[in-house]
């Protein structure tokens, strides 16, 4: 299946929009060659596509408005007309294949709820984030749409990554974990103790059992299912702490002299593993769920993270990751009432 | 103040009993001048102990039974006259000034709570990690007690950690925050919302408002409080993801032949560095809010890590932990009242 319907970017969403994000856009067309349509103010835009040469190379559809980072959820309330709300809009008249942002994580996850729907039979929809396992990434979510859900909720988060996984990653019957805080059946607090329950007897789908904090980066399973607040810290935490063990060696190998000769030749196999624990090598978390396909980027990305949030988009919007979803969320529902 | 009474090393739990658990209380007395006591079936003790030529320098109090590793919670209702209810049984009669153990977390957390209790007006023991930050750790409680707890409770882990902050890391005034997934007031689930608006009108504590997880490591906060299923989460994620960065790390090492003579150089310093990352550095969590003292040394712990424990179980008992945290508990009482 091929869809070359272009990908809307928000070009105005990001801590450097909207340079970074042109840029990344541009690099997407040239380098790519997937089509990408810019979405914001177009003088701006404009201009930043003059600086790359770009000007009859991407069309821009006009936003007049735009979500500030620090705004949250109820700014997709009060701006209709806003960049991120414009491209959703492209997705649903369906002249568009996908979105890629790197608004505020709160204001892309409100708008594309308000205007995408979430998928027939879907709870919830749920941000996946792929962690840096090999020899496929793992995916963690919810992590962070969703601070409170229902176990069942757990469940479909299952099913989402699932079919993510399958189509991104090539896994066949993905392993699905639940995050808890012991290995056994009756560790955790409520929500998890019931969602271990229905995962176990939940039909069309590989559950792998419990995992802790310290499976998140082992590989232990394709898909780790989480409610969006223990998803969110955790995801925070891994990022703080890899960032942590990382300046503590870079000091470590400042402080000494004779450590300085090796550390020269060890720094570009350092840049090149943050490269891979960061959100600009993957390309950004998906927002599952929805009529329509959505990467947020993330909100400090440049150009080579937006280049490869399109790719993603691209790929995803290529594989039919929003039919899977539906249908497997569908055969589920089947299943259910079948037994 | 001082005290002069022994501590209580429970030399049957761990997964390196009871031969290194033995030789970090050996340590203890020999090297840091602390007064032990060995709880545990005698037998094996003295041969441990005559291992090290110690036979007659540590007391050995008979426990028969032992908790297993993997036994939980209820095992501590089973076997009343294994090594920890022994132990907590002496911090009860005040034969020993705290307890000492590197057995499995849920049967000392039950064992502590059922033989010693919880202090007046706790209400929910909790434990304490401390984070290695500079220049003072940060305490990261609850770390796993309570999988499930009431707003009430995060404020008085707030109590709890400001205690352990004064008396261990000689903060003033410590700023507690609270774990969620934005800084804001109204981010995170319905628990931390409510507990966001109690800690704000808490009297006698410094509340220094929301972090997330990217915080834990940069020493923003003196205390972090958070319930126990996220705190756990959070901190077995950090452990996984350090744990990974170095691995990582040393893998690039391996791989690259030029920067094999540098890294040697390095690797005293990456010891360093995970040692200071390593429970065993920092002597243990500590269970707040008994009526006693009660160290968990990690369960892998060696010598070292045991002796370390030993030194900050004593170092606690000394200033008086468990008085310092009822003084603040029912001054807080006390203030609430008068309001």
Same mark, same amino acid.
């Given at each position: 299946?091929?869809?070359?319907?272009? +990908?809307?970017?928000?070009?105005?969403?990001?801590?450097? #929009?909207?340079?970074? +994000?042109? #840029?990344?856009?541009?690099? #997407?067309? @040239?380098?790519?060659?997937?089509?990408?349509?810019?979405? =914001?103010?177009?003088?701006?835009?404009?201009?930043?596509? $003059?600086?790359?040469?770009?000007?009859?190379?991407?069309?821009?559809? @006009?936003?007049?408005?735009?979500?500030?980072?620090?705004?949250?959820? *109820?700014?997709?309330?009060?701006?209709?007309?806003?960049?991120?709300?414009?491209?959703?809009?492209?997705?649903?008249?369906?002249?568009?294949?996908?979105?890629?942002? $790197?608004?505020?994580?709160?204001?892309?996850?409100?708008?594309?709820?308000? !205007?995408?729907?979430?998928?027939?039979?879907?709870?919830?929809?749920?941000?996946?984030?792929?962690?840096?396992?090999?020899?496929?990434?793992? *995916?963690?979510?919810?992590?962070?749409?969703?601070? &409170?859900?229902?176990?069942?909720?757990?469940?479909?988060? =299952?099913?989402? =990554? /699932?079919?993510?996984?399958?189509?991104?990653?090539?896994?066949?019957?993905?392993?699905?974990?639940?995050?808890?805080?012991?290995?056994?059946?009756?560790?955790?607090?409520?929500?998890?103790?019931?969602?271990?329950?229905?995962?176990?007897?939940?039909?069309?789908?590989?559950?792998?059992?419990?995992?802790?904090?310290?499976?998140? *980066?082992?590989?232990?399973?394709?898909?780790?299912?989480?409610?969006?607040?223990?998803?969110?810290?955790?995801?925070?935490?891994?990022?703080?702490?890899?960032?942590?063990?990382?300046?503590?060696l870079r000091q470590s190998i400042g402080d000494?002299?004779? $450590?300085?000769? %090796?550390?020269?030749?060890?720094?570009?196999?350092? !840049?090149?593993?943050?490269?891979?624990?960061?959100?600009?090598?993957? =390309?950004?978390?998906?927002?599952?769920?929805?009529?329509?396909?959505?990467?947020?980027?993330? %909100?400090?990305?440049?150009?080579?993270?937006?280049?490869?949030?399109?790719?993603?988009?691209?790929?995803?919007? &290529?594989?039919?990751?929003?039919?899977?979803?539906?249908?497997?969320? /569908?055969?589920?529902?089947?299943?259910?009432?079948?037994?």
């Amino acid at each position: 299946m091929s869809d070359s319907r272009p +990908i809307a970017v928000d070009a105005m969403g990001g801590d450097h #929009a909207p340079h970074e +994000i042109v #840029a990344g856009a541009v690099h #997407a067309v @040239r380098e790519r060659g997937l089509p990408v349509v810019l979405v =914001g103010a177009p003088r701006v835009l404009y201009e930043a596509l $003059a600086d790359h040469g770009a000007t009859n190379e991407l069309p821009i559809v @006009r936003a007049e408005e735009a979500l500030a980072m620090d705004e949250g959820a *109820l700014a997709s309330l009060r701006r209709p007309r806003s960049s991120i709300a414009i491209a959703c809009h492209l997705v649903r008249r369906g002249d568009v294949s996908a979105v890629v942002s $790197a608004g505020s994580t709160a204001g892309i996850v409100a708008t594309g709820k308000l !205007r995408l729907k979430a998928q027939q039979g879907v709870l919830r929809p749920a941000i996946a984030v792929a962690l840096p396992t090999l020899p496929h990434p793992t *995916l963690l979510l919810d992590a962070g749409a969703n601070a &409170e859900v229902k176990p069942e909720a757990l469940v479909q988060f =299952g099913h989402l =990554g /699932a079919a993510y996984a399958e189509l991104a990653h090539g896994v066949e019957h993905p392993r699905v974990a639940l995050l808890t805080i012991g290995s056994e059946a009756g560790k955790g607090n409520k929500l998890v103790r019931r969602a271990h329950e229905l995962l176990e007897a939940a039909p069309g789908l590989h559950f792998a059992g419990n995992v802790e904090g310290y499976d998140l *980066l082992t590989g232990k399973a394709d898909v780790i299912t989480t409610d969006g607040f223990t998803g969110n810290v955790a995801l925070k935490t891994m990022e703080g702490a890899v960032r942590y063990a990382f300046d503590e060696l870079r000091q470590s190998i400042g402080d000494s002299p004779v $450590a300085r000769l %090796g550390a020269l030749m060890q720094r570009s196999r350092l !840049r090149e593993l943050s490269h891979r624990l960061d959100a600009e090598a993957h =390309g950004g978390a998906v927002l599952l769920g929805l009529n329509g396909t959505v990467v947020i980027a993330h %909100g400090s990305s440049r150009a080579a993270g937006i280049s490869a949030a399109c790719q993603l988009a691209a790929d995803l919007s &290529e594989g039919g990751l929003v039919t899977r979803i539906g249908e497997r969320i /569908a055969s589920t529902g089947r299943s259910h009432r079948s037994r």
